[in-house]
């Protein structure tokens, strides 16, 4: 009887993020890195659109996965455990030296997610991408080694850092995002009264679970939308059939209107309550993060509502930084009041200067 293979060992994390947030993905990383005690050092290069933190000794797949939590990470939008490089990929046969390298891992895959740095060199790669990646796959699966009817198996990441080189890369699909480089494509709705519904379809999509989005998103149900004008998150909620009490002195799109799922209050976000708990809060208005974190920390402990979806405006500095105290803030209305809760933090795609935040009770 032969012996069982011996799963390929880590050698560091790949984290994709926004250019220009490297810097911010680099310290959180290496944060929760010192968290685990996992040794290593960080390698980020400004706009380059990841960050890598190279183990000093390689690692246990599912050992470093134990430590080090990468669903938890807030400024990455796709991460992986390198298990593997390529330099000098040749322009005319970019297949055999991959499929080599990746038949030498000795795994099989799940799913194969082909990808490349949301940089405008990165997307000059897009119709190499399209053309290589149905020859890519249909290898694999010849090869056996891509079984899209398991989904216990790690998913392979191919990253094209460059035109010329390929970092290989292992994650489960319960600590990535489901869509390659961790972007979604989603269409902008025609009776949307704003792009900004977008981001609330992201923040739905990523940050709750599929059971969380039947039990919470159901016709009928109450919702409030703070700071609503002009109507592009409460879209995504009347869009669903949740009643919505929008909060603004600025109007709202007739579409969103027209729905009779809606009413419009013109007064004071900040100092409004309903007159019984509702589902949903979700809240976009342009506020400092340190009053926006406990008023919806409040919302969420007083019972006023379930759960809160919003966001957090964040400086130009000390990005991370502001988050952390931001989470303490909530931490500290929560334990005041006895309180376990659920709080998850993203900056997505389609954030820019801000991350999305879900937060309810346990």
Not at 260 to 281: C, I, Q, S, T, Y
């Amino acid at each position: 009887m032969q012996p069982a293979p011996t799963p390929c060992l880590s050698t560091g994390i790949l984290v994709q993020c926004r250019p220009g947030f490297e810097p911010d993905a680099s310290l959180e990383l290496q944060a929760a890195a010192r968290a685990a005690r996992v040794e290593g050092s960080i390698t980020e290069v400004i706009n380059s659109g990841f960050a890598l933190f190279q183990l000093s000794v390689p690692a246990p797949r599912d050992e470093l996965r134990r430590r080090l939590d990468l669903s938890r990470l807030v400024f990455s939008r796709q991460g992986f455990q390198m298990v593997g490089s390529l330099e000098d990929l040749p322009e005319k046969d970019r297949l055999s030296p991959l499929m080599s390298a990746i038949t030498a891992l000795g795994e099989r895959f799940s799913a194969l997610l082909l990808e490349t740095p949301d940089t405008n060199d990165g997307k000059q790669q897009s119709g190499f991408l399209r053309r290589f990646g149905p020859l890519l796959e249909e290898a694999l699966g010849k090869a056996g080694l891509l079984r899209s009817d398991s989904p216990h198996l790690p998913r392979l990441h191919v990253f094209l850092a460059d035109s010329r080189r390929a970092l290989l890369g292992l994650s489960l699909a319960s600590e990535g995002s489901a869509w390659p480089m961790g972007i979604p494509r989603l269409r902008m709705p025609k009776e949307a009264p704003s792009r900004s519904t977008l981001k609330l379809a992201e923040a739905i999509m990523g940050l709750l679970t599929a059971d969380e989005q039947k039990a919470t998103l159901r016709p009928g149900l109450l919702a409030v939308d703070l700071g609503a004008s002009p109507g592009g998150w409460t879209w995504q909620l009347v869009s669903r059939g949740l009643r919505v009490t929008a909060i603004d002195n600025g109007p709202m799109a007739p579409s969103v209107a027209a729905t009779g799922l809606l009413e419009h209050l013109r007064v004071d976000g900040f100092a409004w309550k309903p007159r019984k708990p509702v589902e949903w809060m979700v809240c976009d208005m342009v506020e400092q993060p340190s009053r926006i974190a406990p008023l919806m920390a409040e919302w969420v402990a007083s019972g006023r509502c379930r759960r809160s979806i919003f966001n957090l405006k964040l400086p130009m500095k000390r990005r991370y930084d502001e988050i952390e105290r931001c989470r303490a803030l909530i931490d500290q209305r929560m334990r005041a009041g006895n309180i376990k809760y659920i709080l998850r933090i993203k900056h997505l795609y389609h954030d820019r200067e801000e991350v999305t935040c879900y937060l309810t009770r346990r």
